[in-house]
């Protein structure tokens, strides 16, 4: 068995609510010695991919020739449909509204057939081929999100969902008072889109890497309830390892409110996230 499939089978786990690392747990326990050896390298491997989450891997899915130019166009056209409609909409439309904004203004261009049938096959491909194991929350390419399930934060450019992740986030707001920021909210297939994408044509169409660090469209829960936190005047160290020396982690940890989805050592195939704020189950 190969190194990817036998993953794949560990982290079936991913489709069920079973914790992967307890589940690769009970395999060890039921493989014959022999293979033991063979599992060992395997998850060894696994932890020093995840710990060098930002650097190509042999095996990572790369991609190249027509593909890799028409992640680059789509990458440029989704870029452009975010400097028109705006940093917040932007959060928030719908693939089917990106391609009518593409259509309607010159300066974003029409996305072709062969780009539309590009993002619908990289939004149904399996993620687990790229080494991610999480779920996938949005199923649909067209998904869409209803303006009057959201509410626009203020100051952040960001949106959340009405009820209950909208009330944790108040509840973290008056416990940490200003020191707390909105670093991302609500994302649609767009947006989510975007942030892998930017990753991928970053690192020469490596979509295994970007998905180390973003989940792929669709696999993403800030689709449907998730947020990200930082502390203020902190900037981009609000999305390193270097968040946990803030004092607003230290609070959000001591008041339990970080029930992280992507925890340190998870088998998801991403790395740790402190900042991530896990809503839903
Ligand atoms: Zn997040």
Do not use: C, D, K, Q
């Given at each position: 068995m190969n190194r990817r499939s036998f993953l794949r089978n560990i982290c079936i786990a991913s489709a069920m609510t079973i914790p992967c690392n307890a589940l690769a747990v009970e395999l060890v326990k039921k493989q014959p010695h022999e293979q033991r050896g063979q599992f060992d390298l395997h998850v060894k491997d696994y932890i020093s991919k995840m710990s060098h989450f930002d650097s190509a891997h042999p095996d990572d899915i790369v991609l190249e020739g027509e593909e890799l130019s028409l992640l680059k166009s789509c990458t440029a056209k989704i870029t452009r449909v975010m400097r028109t409609v705006g940093y917040g909409n932007f959060n928030i439309i719908s693939m089917d509204e990106a391609f009518i904004f593409g259509k309607r203004y010159s300066r974003i261009g029409a996305f072709s057939a062969e780009e539309k049938a590009f993002l619908e096959k990289i939004f149904y491909y399996d993620a687990r081929t790229l080494g991610f194991y999480g779920d996938k929350?949005?199923?649909?390419?067209?998904q869409t999100i209803n303006r009057k399930n959201v509410i626009k934060i203020r100051n952040s450019g960001h949106y959340l969902f009405k009820g209950h992740p909208y009330e944790v986030w108040q509840e973290i707001k008056k416990a940490l008072s200003s020191d707390v920021?909105?670093?991302?909210?609500v994302r649609g297939v767009v947006k989510q889109f975007h942030l892998f994408l930017m990753k991928a044509t970053k690192n020469g169409g490596n979509l295994s890497l970007a998905s180390r660090s973003l989940a792929p469209p669709g696999y993403s829960f800030h689709g449907i309830s998730d947020f990200d936190v930082g502390q203020k005047r902190y900037g981009k160290s609000n999305?390193?390892?270097?968040?946990?020396?803030?004092r607003v982690f230290s609070k959000l940890n001591e008041l339990g409110y970080?029930?992280?989805?992507?925890?340190?050592?998870?088998?998801?195939?991403?790395?740790?996230?402190?900042w991530h704020v896990k809503v839903s189950s």
């Open positions: 929350p949005i199923t649909a390419f067209t920021i909105l670093t991302s909210g999305f390193t390892a270097r968040f946990t020396e803030t970080l029930t992280l989805r992507y925890p340190r050592g998870n088998m998801l195939g991403v790395r740790y996230e402190p």
